[in-house]
């Protein structure tokens, strides 16, 4: 009984619907726009934190970074000052690598020789924006990278100084297209380097691109690149996770002894955890987050009033209706039932065309920006939940307004 009652409800709510079928798409579409606005901005920004942590996870909890600075700006008071930090030097990496002898650490030395570099192989050559890193055997599991083809330095390369190169994955799209890179012979500043390794595709992170690089043996580097003040960053991997802290604390006090800082003074180096700047970043996003449910409820509320009204207006007009269906034995109940299934049908009805709207729009954004996609689950339920509430508390006034119409009073109406 009960269930024949609902699909009857429903069959008139639909017919309804049809019958002011120009006043329902448009309170649809304002639903559809809160909704929109709410899934499209999480669908992008659970795009962004997904990237973000797939992009630093290969480095591992359980690497830290000692470099020049760890952020530009400290407060003093109400003034912000910035820190100058002296650049770390060739002798004081060494110098930290030599003392820094920690339990299952393991500490790489490198620098970014250049930015700019020319690369050549045989008659071809690259547009000079060639990063090119000096780096030691350790380098690449300390930062999370893997070839692709090929392998990494060995203790022996990097010792002996020998003429040797791993290369980006883009190396393989351009300058080494349609060859096999291993043993290849590429030249940089005029020296000649044989390719041994291809780095996994990375792509590119806040327009950094990773995959436009050459790594060389550190040494090597340092006597092609000479520049002044060239700055080294010590990087420092923990196989067990739980002594990171003791292990940051060592580097720290470490650092120091070679730097020969008196106890007052403060660090005038940066040790950077890899998971504090996952951290740091994933907390930006959930401020975007919180925007995106401040701006979707703003507009879900102008979509609730607008709701309202069409129901508002729906019970006036059909005043003469609901006499007779009261005349004809209808109850209180079985009117504002009614009216409030048509509330909720145009609730949803806007709903759905949100979230396929506002998942396509995140899609295009993501994909714009190189984003990992992932479905925002939530995001669809958030909206689902939404806009089911915001079809109750529309359709509370103007069910209950229908349900009390006195029945000899709404047949005379005209």
């Keep these: ?8 409800n429903v069959r008139i709510a639909v017919g309804s619907i049809r019958t002011q079928l120009l006043r329902t798409t448009l309170t649809v579409l304002i639903i559809a726009i809160g909704i929109t606005a709410l899934v499209g901005i999480l669908t992008v920004v659970s795009a962004l934190e997904n990237t973000i942590s797939s992009d630093f996870a290969s480095m591992g909890a359980n690497t830290f970074n000692i470099k020049q600075y760890e952020n530009t700006i400290r ?12 650049i770390i030097s060739y002798p004081e990496a060494v110098a930290f690598k030599s003392k820094y002898n920690y339990p299952f650490s393991e500490t790489s030395l490198s620098f970014t020789a250049t930015s700019n570099a020319e690369v050549k192989y045989e008659a071809n050559k690259t547009d000079p924006e ?30 002996n100084n020998n003429y040797v190169c791993i290369v980006g994955s883009d190396f393989e799209k351009g300058l080494l297209k349609d060859v096999n890179p291993i043993d290849k012979t590429i030249s940089i500043r005029g020296a000649r380097f044989k390719v041994i390794g ?38 420092v991997m923990v196989t067990k996770k739980e002594l990171l802290d003791q292990a940051i604390d060592h580097a720290t006090i470490t650092m120091r002894n070679v730097r020969k800082l008196k106890p007052v003074k403060d660090n005038n180096f940066g040790v950077v955890r890899s998971d504090d700047l996952i951290n740091r970043i994933l907390g930006i996003t959930k401020y975007l987050g919180l925007a ?33 269906r009261k005349a004809l034995g209808a109850k209180r109940s079985t009117v504002a039932i009614q009216f409030f299934i048509e509330t909720l049908l145009i609730g949803q009805l806007g709903g759905i065309v949100g979230i396929i709207l506002g998942i396509l ?47 000899i009073e709404a047949l005379r109406y005209e």
């Design 198 to 235: 291809v780095l996994k595709e990375k792509g590119s992170t806040f327009g950094n691109k990773q995959d436009l690089r050459v790594l060389i043996p550190i040494q090597l580097a340092r006597s092609l690149f000479t520049a002044p003040n060239i700055n080294y960053t010590m990087s």
């Design 75 to 86: 407060r003093q008071g109400n003034e912000e000052r910035k820190i100058i930090n002296p």
């Design 1 to 8: 009984m009960m269930l024949n009652l609902f699909k009857e």
């Design 361 to 407: 729009i995140g899609f295009g954004i993501a994909t714009a920006f190189s984003f990992d996609f992932v479905i925002p689950w939530i995001a669809i339920f958030a909206a689902f939940l939404t806009s089911f509430i915001v079809a109750i508390v529309s359709g509370l006034y103007p069910a209950i307004k229908a349900a009390f119409l006195d029945p």
């Design 130 to 159: 060639i990063a090119v890193l000096g780096v030691d055997e350790q380098f690449m599991t300390n930062s999370g990278l893997e070839t692709s083809v090929g392998r990494n330095f060995t203790g022996f390369d990097i010792d």
């Design 292 to 324: 995106s449910w401040l701006i979707g409820i703003i507009t879900v509320l102008g979509s609730s009033i607008a709701l309202m009204n069409i129901m508002i207006v729906s019970v006036t007009e059909r005043t003469r209706e609901i006499g007779v």
